[in-house]
């Protein structure tokens, strides 16, 4: 069935609640794995372990961890039967600091032996980013530079999206108003 854009906008509600959402709290995966999954997420990514349970506090096991100083970011719970169905989540993303954070993700991950399904900038957002997979096959993003909506609540226009396919194109070709210098040249990847 086709997806009619119109519609979809005259399904956003004009209400709003009572408070105010500032950003995602924390994301719980089901893996297949447990000590696999805590490897990567604290080795690849360096996720901080904050409290684990025993399979007397939860059947599996769980594990809390933090990337910033909240208790947990990203949660774990052992057990699941086998690798993630693509149905589960779409994908979780992590906002680094810096461009720089991005390339030498992209080689850590690479030099981890990773699978990388995307780099470069998707389109809405305009954020520059790549995307893995972890052990359970969870789709994961690392990106920079994210736009921002003002109190207008403008978002930019799809002619100044410019998509990319690699870190290197979303540099050379950055859309009005994005900036992405690369201070450690050593991290861009020449073509031939």
């Known amino acids: 069935m086709p997806v009619d854009v119109e519609t979809l906008r005259a399904s956003i509600s004009k209400s709003r609640p009572p408070f105010s959402l500032n950003k995602i709290g924390h ?48 949660a774990l719970v052992g057990g699941a039967s086998g690798p993630a169905g693509k149905g589960d989540l779409h994908h979780l993303a992590f906002e680094v600091g810096s461009l720089d954070e991005v390339f030498r993700a992209r080689r850590f991950l690479r030099g981890r032996g990773a699978t990388i399904v995307f780099e470069g900038r ?4 305009v954020q520059i980013a790549i995307e893995f997979l972890d052990p359970d096959g969870h789709n994961l993003e690392i990106y920079w530079g994210l736009d921002q909506i003002g109190a207008d609540g403008a978002s930019r226009p799809k002619s100044e999206w410019r998509g990319a396919t690699s870190l290197e194109e979303a540099i050379a070709n950055p859309p009005p108003g994005q900036n992405p210098m690369v201070l450690d040249k050593s991290l861009i990847e020449m073509t031939p």
């Open 27 to 74: 994301v719980v995966l089901r893996v297949s794995d447990l000590e696999r999954s805590v490897e990567f997420y604290t080795g690849a990514l360096g996720f901080r372990v904050s409290d684990i349970y025993g399979d007397d506090m939860m059947p599996g096991g769980m594990v809390f961890m933090r990337c910033n100083a909240d208790h947990h970011g990203i």
């Open 122 to 125: 998707r389109r809405a957002g």
